[in-house]
């Protein structure tokens, strides 16, 4: 397929070493139809790190390009590479980007890369959103990471879905926008729509009035609305999260699992 250009989206994947970057690009990769089955970095046969020296030190050294088509959009993704030796594959990444994902662990939260590749990000006004990672291990925590980049950032992080559980008790995410649930199936498998667990109800009501409120604040013709009606609807939410998006005004946060496939939909 060939696409004109406002049908391609190109998205910086950064973040400090060891957040799960490869693992999510393969992910992707593999919801997208581009892969049959997502690898594992410990196996080295990740698309992302392909070279003999990524491979033998199972780390990213070079920023790697890979694609996926969906909804007739083309998107290309730039896995660059976490450690501060190898900045200077990053910094093309982000030159050549139009935003970025950061993503940052939900045990360890804010770290010294996340700051400085933030920094830059800030400085070349880039759109950027976040995905916190690894909410499966012990003592992972989506709240405490969330209020970590609040602290660090000062910027208006809104999340887009929340999780089911933390750490051993993780299990999935639910989607605020479109009200559904997605639970973990474990590596190599998709995850699968559900119900919202009776027992979420009040955290997703409340998750999802902010949602509503911030995208309220992405044009002056939604904020007149929520103003009047008190709410939005799903299409208007999204209108709303790309107009703030685009204009630096909030960011997006996503949770999940890179090695359980979870977070990907």
């Given at each position: 397929?060939?696409?004109?250009?406002d049908?391609?989206?190109?998205?910086?994947?950064a973040g400090?070493?060891?957040?799960g970057?490869t693992?999510?690009t393969?992910?992707i990769?593999?919801?997208?139809?581009?892969?049959g089955?997502?690898?594992?970095?410990?196996?080295?046969?990740?698309?992302?790190?392909?070279?003999e020296?990524?491979i033998?030190?199972?780390i990213?050294?070079?920023?790697?390009l890979?694609?996926?088509?969906?909804?007739?959009?083309?998107i290309n993704?730039?896995?660059?590479?976490?450690?501060?030796?190898?900045?200077?594959?990053?910094?093309?990444?982000?030159?050549?980007c139009?935003?970025?994902?950061?993503?940052?662990?939900?045990?360890?939260?804010?770290?010294?890369?996340?700051?400085?590749l933030w920094?830059n990000?800030?400085?070349?006004?880039?759109?950027?959103m976040?995905?916190?990672?690894?909410?499966?291990?012990e003592?992972?925590d989506?709240?405490?990471?969330?209020?970590?980049?609040e602290?660090k950032?000062?910027?208006?992080f809104?999340?887009?879905v929340?999780?089911?559980g933390n750490?051993?008790d993780y299990?999935?995410?639910?989607?605020?926008i479109g009200?559904?649930?997605y639970?973990?199936?474990?590596?190599?498998a998709?995850?699968?729509?559900?119900?919202i667990?009776?027992?979420?109800?009040?955290?997703v009501?409340?998750?999802?009035?902010r949602?509503?409120e911030c995208?309220?604040?992405?044009?002056?013709?939604?904020?007149e609305?929520?103003?009047?009606e008190?709410?939005l609807?799903?299409d208007?939410v999204r209108?709303?999260?790309v107009?703030?998006l685009k204009?630096?005004?909030?960011?997006?946060?996503?949770?999940?699992s890179?090695?359980k496939g979870s977070?990907?939909?």
């Amino acid at each position: 397929m060939s696409f004109t250009t406002d049908f391609i989206r190109n998205i910086a994947i950064a973040g400090h070493g060891g957040t799960g970057k490869t693992s999510l690009t393969e992910q992707i990769l593999f919801y997208g139809g581009v892969i049959g089955r997502p690898e594992t970095v410990e196996s080295g046969k990740t698309v992302s790190d392909y070279t003999e020296e990524e491979i033998t030190r199972k780390i990213s050294i070079r920023t790697s390009l890979s694609h996926i088509t969906w909804n007739d959009r083309k998107i290309n993704m730039l896995d660059t590479p976490g450690s501060g030796d190898f900045v200077g594959e990053v910094i093309p990444a982000f030159r050549a980007c139009e935003s970025a994902l950061m993503l940052v662990g939900a045990k360890a939260g804010v770290q010294i890369e996340t700051i400085k590749l933030w920094r830059n990000l800030v400085r070349r006004e880039k759109p950027r959103m976040v995905f916190v990672n690894k909410m499966e291990e012990e003592r992972a925590d989506f709240s405490q990471a969330l209020q970590d980049l609040e602290a660090k950032f000062k910027e208006n992080f809104v999340p887009v879905v929340i999780p089911i559980g933390n750490g051993t008790d993780y299990t999935g995410v639910i989607d605020l926008i479109g009200m559904k649930a997605y639970l973990a199936a474990g590596a190599g498998a998709k995850e699968t729509a559900a119900e919202i667990p009776a027992s979420m109800n009040d955290a997703v009501a409340s998750a999802r009035e902010r949602l509503i409120e911030c995208a309220a604040e992405g044009s002056d013709e939604l904020t007149e609305k929520f103003l009047e009606e008190g709410t939005l609807s799903d299409d208007e939410v999204r209108a709303g999260l790309v107009e703030g998006l685009k204009a630096a005004k909030l960011v997006p946060v996503f949770c999940g699992s890179a090695v359980k496939g979870s977070g990907i939909t």
